[in-house]
């Protein structure tokens, strides 16, 4: 049962009596019905009670935020889901860390010895 | 049906016949039998068929392969699934981007001109 009077999310979408000892009462709450109608939606609310069952208790929050944004990707991007941001998130590392190699490399190559790079810093635009 | 006489790896873990109409056929061959256990156990079979049908046929392998991947994560890490690897790109981004902010900042603060760039280039370690 949730902290209110109200019945959690759970019970409330699947119609149900919220008893002290619902499974669901404490990542449900009743204020925010998308949460638990998303993860109904997408791993059935059978399937996350038994892997909340699974878990230890202080892990259950966490497991149920990221079951959250995962139904939540999947049910905004039904082909990729959350797997979509991966790729996309891959690949922007990829394109950075290529960006940072060429910067490194830009840097190295001048190979300056520390008077003359103190000297380049104090006197910019300095023609030799 | 899958191409070979054998039932495909859905009909087979849920012992039902696989007729030439399975929708789990294309996407899951009897020589793949993880597959589909994971997206069962995680999913669940029906939600699978249902996501399935919603979709274009040409989108349906890559949703496929997008629901084995998030199943996979899922059971090696039950308590972040592939949201885990989401925020471990997302750290792993925000450190490079710094990192590649300071090189350019590093480069742009010595203010070569080119023909300082160039004499440098050509004369590693010159001491001015």
């Given at each position: 049962m949730s902290s209110s009077n109200s019945p959690c999310a759970a019970c409330k979408y699947l119609r149900r009596k919220c008893t002290q000892?619902?499974?669901?009462a404490p990542y449900f709450l009743?204020?925010?019905p998308q949460r638990f109608a998303n993860v109904h939606r997408v791993f059935g609310a059978s399937n996350v009670a038994k892997l909340l069952k699974e878990l230890n208790a202080t892990d259950r929050e966490d497991a149920v935020k990221s079951l959250a944004y995962e139904a939540e990707s999947r049910i905004k991007?039904?082909?990729?889901?959350?797997v979509g941001l991966i790729s996309m998130l891959q690949q922007r590392l990829k394109e950075i860390q290529h960006e940072l190699h060429a910067a490194k490399k830009e840097l190295s190559s001048y190979n300056l010895n520390p008077q003359t790079m103190q000297y380049l810093l104090t006197h910019p635009g300095t023609v030799i």
């Amino acid at each position: 049962m949730s902290s209110s009077n109200s019945p959690c999310a759970a019970c409330k979408y699947l119609r149900r009596k919220c008893t002290q000892e619902c499974d669901f009462a404490p990542y449900f709450l009743p204020e925010s019905p998308q949460r638990f109608a998303n993860v109904h939606r997408v791993f059935g609310a059978s399937n996350v009670a038994k892997l909340l069952k699974e878990l230890n208790a202080t892990d259950r929050e966490d497991a149920v935020k990221s079951l959250a944004y995962e139904a939540e990707s999947r049910i905004k991007d039904p082909v990729y889901g959350c797997v979509g941001l991966i790729s996309m998130l891959q690949q922007r590392l990829k394109e950075i860390q290529h960006e940072l190699h060429a910067a490194k490399k830009e840097l190295s190559s001048y190979n300056l010895n520390p008077q003359t790079m103190q000297y380049l810093l104090t006197h910019p635009g300095t023609v030799i």
